[in-house]
C-alpha cells in the first residue's frame, strides 16, 4: 500500500489568505492631494436633492473610498475629494445627477502601486 501525499487545502472564497478589505486595499495606495476639488455638487443647499428626495443616499454607501457622508445634523452630504480613487462609480450612481465628477490636476490625485 503506497503512501498518499497529503492534500492541498483548497482556498475558499472565506480563506483569509485571499480575503483583502478595501480598507486594507486602500492603505496600499498613495495620494497626492490636490487644492482644487474635482468633484462637487451641483445642488448642494438646502433645496438639494439630497435633503428632500433621495433617500437611500447611494453616493454614501456605493463609493469605496467613502468619499461622500451624509451628515444628518446638517442636512448634507460632505465630499471629501481628496480620498477619491477615481473608479468612475459616481458619474452614473446619482439618480438626481447631482455629482459633477471630473479628474483631479494633473499629477494629482491617486497613485497606484502595483506589487
Ligand atoms: S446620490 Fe446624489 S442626490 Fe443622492 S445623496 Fe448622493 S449626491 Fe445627493
Ligand atoms: S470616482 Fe469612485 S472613488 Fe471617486 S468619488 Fe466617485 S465613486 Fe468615490
Known sequence: MSAQAPKEATPSIK?????????TKLGTLEWKKSPNAH??????????P??????????????PAKVYEWEAA?????VNYENCIECGACRMLCPFDNIACDWPDGGMGVRYKFG
Open 74 to 78: 446638517h442636512k448634507k452630504i460632505i
Open 50 to 63: 439630497c435633503v428632500a428626495s433621495c433617500h437611500d443616499k447611494p453616493c454614501a454607501t456605493v463609493c
Open 39 to 48: 468633484i462637487a455638487l451641483r445642488n448642494s443647499g438646502a433645496d438639494a
Open 15 to 23: 480563506d483569509p489568505r485571499i480575503e483583502v478589505s478595501v480598507e
